[in-house]
């Protein structure tokens, strides 16, 4: 695609409920990468994909989070049994590590997730 | 942990007029890259200016340049002729060399004053 796209744009859920977060990465990009960004703050590292594995995943708070990316492409972010301070934007970014370390990444316009 | 700390919450400028924004990161690598990412209402995250820590010349991009100091490990973003468009939250970033997690600071809230 031409940018890196992330569904749904909002969502709000009740306390205890799954919900899953969805990002499409640009075209050919082989790493992605997801943030939390609380109100207020910069965006904190959650997980890093490289091809179909993580990479990194220590950002994740707890094993609530869980994230895959099957096939090297789309990747889902899953929270379960979710808690009003998971309440936060959540963003992705795609990058291609091929083109150099100093390389851009790109974002999607990010999740806003309600817990009510 | 490499760390990225900007102590300005909130700055205003006049349209027209220039405005500088404080970066300072901690960190013990040699090599690594330092990043400028703006963030408008939309929440998207659109990279503004970086910088490779090796390159001793700032990095400058049309009316954004830097002020790299790496002993200091200081980065600051300069904006100049400021623009209605480049209102804002700003976010320093670091990143080590490889593909590494970017590391954020808590971002700089630019407001441009017509």
């Known amino acids: 695609g031409a940018g890196v796209s992330q569904t749904p744009s909002n969502k709000v859920t009740e306390k205890g409920k799954y919900v899953e977060l969805r990002c499409d990465p640009i075209?050919?990009?082989?790493?992605l990468y997801w943030y939390r960004q609380s109100l207020g703050q910069g965006p904190e590292f959650l997980i890093y994909f490289q091809g179909t594995g993580a990479a990194d995943d220590s950002g994740l708070p707890n094993d609530r989070f869980f994230a895959v990316r099957p096939e090297g492409s789309v990747s889902t972010l899953k929270i379960q049994r979710t808690e009003r301070g998971d309440s936060a934007v959540y963003l992705c970014a795609s990058s291609q590590p091929a083109a150099g370390p100093g390389t851009e990444a790109f974002f999607g316009q990010g999740t806003r997730l309600t817990v009510v | 942990a490499q760390t990225v700390t900007q102590s300005q919450p909130e700055m205003s400028v006049q349209e027209a007029e220039t405005v500088t924004l404080s970066c300072t990161y901690d960190t013990s690598e040699s090599d690594y890259y330092l990043f400028w990412y703006k963030q408008p209402p939309s929440r998207q995250m659109i990279l503004v200016i970086r910088q490779e820590a090796y390159k001793q010349q700032n990095a400058t991009e049309n009316r954004f340049s830097v002020n790299f100091q790496k002993a200091a490990k200081s980065f600051s973003l300069k904006i100049s002729d400021s623009q209605l468009g480049d209102a804002a939250m700003y976010f320093c970033a670091y990143r080590d060399s490889g593909n590494t997690p970017l590391v954020f600071g808590k971002g700089t809230r630019l407001s441009v004053i017509a």
């Open positions: 075209s050919g990009h082989t790493a």
